[in-house]
């Protein structure tokens, strides 16, 4: 396994050392621990100003950047160390969670050189870092072949072969005998069409007479051009070829300087399959989110949202959002409300809120006590989901008389009371787990009961909007969010909320989902 991960070095074979930049540690961590189990020897960066000062520091071979960053994003990151690096190819493989064709385009136009969507697929990273470490290997050993090839024609040791005005060769040096095959004495007074493959044997005495003649130049004197020799095997191989006139003794000569093209052809090749493979990828994973956002929509697009004394408001921080509100009515007319935020953002959390809203509608419409609906949601949860992954979520149920509401919150922000003036009358805090943590008896799930007053409103909300932070690094915070809801009228909190929300950030975008949900507290 290692030895597809290392490169020669003077000192023999060393291991691959890749550059890590994620801001989030545990990704951090998780892909450090994997790549060290490869054998390889890793360094990592919390952000773009990171990578590039460690890629300046420790002169990594393969650089695994994430997109989302503070500071300075991957993009710009990528374009940097590319500038940086010169003409020493530096493969660049994005993780993200952005799996639009405009990320991956935009990435790919910053100096990407493969891209991989979040959450990691670990054996998907394993198999691209062996493809990228072979073509690596091509390619730094077709870059030390080209410098020693740049030497060796300083000193005309290339491959050299002179001819006269009829195509018959005069001379030749080693380097041509190892390209084509023939000893020395099997080429010298042999006419040099003998070295090419049809349709250049037949056409080049005819080329070379009309030039001599001094007719255009089809081959002779055009300079360098890629061309196809014949060894003496039969193979037929790329090669490069100059071609310079001379005079010696009053007569024209003509000097070729070759050279075997083939390895960069092959790791070009390599390059545009590797391209081809890249973008089906995408197309495949473009089809696939645009099934799984059908779904999620019909999951959570259901007529309990448009009900008058519901507000809400989702914006994702990717094109899928980990983030979900849910309302509906009970037979009575009793009204069940949930905001849920799942671990992590984008596809792999919207996922993982499709057994909430499935349970949560399901039962909810059926009128099931809040207890139970929350002791169901958390057992499917606990069966359908992996370890590490989990729902904070608030849920309410309020009477239909708009009298009385049970609030459940399991490791959610607080739920707000708001009185008719927009001060906070009340705040229902978490006194549960999330979703999908632990076991629970449904005996032992508690909820707070709160009495209602006439223009009550209840106000839940995730932790990406008090937590969204603005290009200086301050958070929007409760503080704002109270003042915003408390200086306008209740049926234009959410709007100012988000006006807030949005000056507050100017042009920097939220790295986290945000969600916001007000509900009227009248009769139904």
């Not at 952000?47 to 000062?53: R, S, T, Y």
């Not at 010169?86 to 064709?101: K, Q």
Request: with cysteine.
């Amino acid at each position: 396994m290692k030895a597809e991960l290392t490169l020669n070095t003077d000192g023999g074979q060393a291991p691959l050392k890749v550059l890590v930049v994620d801001d989030t540690a545990t990704n951090r961590l998780m892909l450090q621990v994997f790549l060290r189990k490869l054998g390889l020897e890793v360094v990592v960066a919390e952000d773009g100003a990171q990578g590039v000062a460690a890629y300046e520091r420790e002169m990594p071979d393969i650089v695994l950047m994430d997109v989302m960053m503070p500071v300075m994003d991957g993009y710009e990151a990528t374009r940097r160390i590319k500038a940086l690096s010169g003409e020493r190819w530096i493969p660049v493989i994005f993780l993200s969670a952005l799996d639009s064709e405009e990320s991956l385009v935009t990435g790919l136009d910053a100096g990407g050189d493969d891209y991989l969507s979040k959450p990691v697929n670990f054996v998907v990273l394993d198999a691209k870092l062996r493809s990228t470490a072979r073509t690596l290997a091509l390619q730094r050993s077709l870059e030390d072949e080209r410098q020693r090839t740049a030497a060796i024609t300083d000193n005309l040791v290339d491959g050299v072969i002179t001819i006269d005005v009829s195509g018959k060769m005069l001379t030749c040096n080693p380097a041509i005998e190892g390209m084509f095959g023939y000893v020395r004495d099997e080429m010298i007074g042999k006419n040099v069409s003998m070295l090419m493959p049809e349709p250049y044997r037949s056409e080049h005495d005819g080329y070379l007479a009309h030039y001599v003649k001094g007719g255009q130049p089809r081959i002779l004197g055009v300079g360098q051009r890629e061309l196809r020799g014949r060894r003496k095997s039969g193979e037929v191989f790329a090669l490069e070829l100059g071609i310079s006139e001379m005079r010696v003794a009053g007569s024209r000569q003509f000097i070729g300087v070759l050279h075997d093209a083939s390895e960069r052809v092959m790791v070009e090749r390599k390059l545009r399959e590797n391209a081809a493979a890249l973008q089906a990828y995408h197309d495949t994973q473009q089809e696939a989110n645009a099934l799984a956002q059908t779904i999620l929509s019909r999951q959570m697009q259901r007529a309990g949202l448009n009900d008058p004394c519901v507000r809400y408001w989702l914006a994702p921080a990717e094109n899928f959002s980990g983030d979900v509100v849910a309302a509906t009515r009970g037979p009575r007319g009793d009204l069940y409300a949930l905001l849920a935020d799942a671990t992590g953002h984008g596809l792999g959390a919207a996922i993982c809120t499709i057994p909430v809203l499935s349970v949560f509608y399901g039962m909810g419409e059926t009128g099931m006590p809040l207890a139970r609906i929350v002791h169901e949601v958390n057992s499917q949860l606990q069966v359908t989901l992996p370890v590490s992954h989990f729902v904070a979520a608030s849920m309410l149920c309020i009477a239909c008389d708009g009298s009385h509401a049970d609030i459940w919150v399991g490791g959610a922000p607080d739920v707000l009371v708001l009185d008719a003036g927009g001060h906070v009358r009340q705040r229902v805090a978490s006194s549960s787990l999330p979703l999908g943590i632990d076991a629970s008896d449904r005996d032992s799930i508690s909820h707070v009961g709160v009495d209602l007053q006439p223009g009550d409103q209840l106000v839940l909300f995730s932790d990406g909007l008090v937590e969204a932070e603005n290009g200086a690094g301050q958070v929007f915070g409760h503080d704002r969010l109270l003042l915003a809801l408390g200086s306008v009228a209740p049926d234009r909190r959410l709007e100012s909320v988000k006006l807030a929300l949005a000056q507050h950030l100017g042009a920097t975008t939220s790295h986290d989902d945000v969600s916001l949900m007000i509900v009227d507290c009248g009769p139904a």
